[in-house]
T-cell receptor, first 116, second 113 residues
Framework: GAVVSQHPSRVICKSGTSVKIECRSL??????MFWYRQFPKQSLMLMAT?????????EQGVEKDKFLINHASLTLSTLTVTSAHPEDSSFYIC????????????FGPGTRLLVL | AQSVSQHNHHVILSEAASLELGCNYS??????LFWYVQYPGQHLQLLLK??????LVKGIKGFEAEFIKSKFSFNLRKPSVQWSDTAEYFC???????????FGTGTKLQVIP
């Protein structure tokens, strides 16, 4: 199947700093990518839909100024957590939609963010 | 609003036992359904998907799922589980013309050797 990578896999930062997470589709072009947040013992919560070349669409309750999304190319989307606080600590997962395989989403391995 | 329910939160089985994980959804229109698996320390992987056609869908590693439209269900089955099937399983729904996928809360499966 299609491969999606994320970098970094784990990051620890101080409160107030910004963190950028990259999501790449390695063997297909993804016009649409998605960012999820997974809380412990809970399901994935969709944060935003990222479309190449246009502004991201955020889900209700997700602060767009806090979680900046840039989808500058067909293989790369970035999520920047600005002025991170301890409550932003979580597991962030991206997925990319492969239009060649019936709308299937392929998931990255996730990024564990710990804000001290 | 559309939703996905997985009623079994934690299932413990012995090896060779049969498995059935429940998944129900609420949405009146056309749906596409998925089962994803997350092995310990690994990322989500697609097990199988239903878009149209035969409601009995076969996936990887011996898993299958049956779409029953009248029951709004898409249960996952495997006739004989192995210890390596220990993982968390998520049912997911892609509905209508939307791109977004709605996930169930997941079922942790623990297979005892």
């Amino acid at each position: 199947g299609a491969v999606v990578s994320q970098h970094p896999s784990r990051v620890i930062c101080k409160s107030g700093t910004s963190v950028k997470i990259e999501c790449r589709s390695l063997d297909f072009q993804a016009t649409t990518m998605f960012w999820y947040r997974q809380f412990p013992k809970q399901s994935l919560m969709l944060m935003a839909t990222s479309n190449e070349g246009s502004k991201a669409t955020y889900e209700q309750g997700v602060e767009k100024d806090k979680f900046l999304i840039n989808h500058a190319s067909l293989t790369l989307s970035t999520l920047t957590v600005t002025s991170a606080h301890p409550e932003d600590s979580s597991f962030y997962i991206c997925s990319a939609r492969d239009p060649g395989t019936e709308e299937t989403q392929y998931f990255g391995p996730g990024t564990r963010l710990l804000v001290l | 609003a559309q939703s996905v329910s997985q009623h079994n939160h934690h299932v413990i089985l012995s090896e060779a036992a049969s498995l059935e994980l429940g998944c129900n959804y609420s949405y009146g229109g056309t749906v596409n359904l998925f089962w994803y698996v997350q092995y310990p320390g690994q990322h989500l992987q697609l097990l199988l998907k239903y878009f149209s056609g035969d409601p009995l869908v076969k996936g990887i590693k011996g898993f299958e799922a049956e779409f029953i439209k009248s029951k709004f269900s898409f249960n996952l089955r495997k006739p004989s589980v192995q210890w390596s099937d220990t993982a968390e399983y998520f049912c997911a729904l892609l509905f209508g013309g939307y791109q977004k996928v709605t996930f169930g809360t997941g079922t942790k499966l623990q297979v005892i050797p």
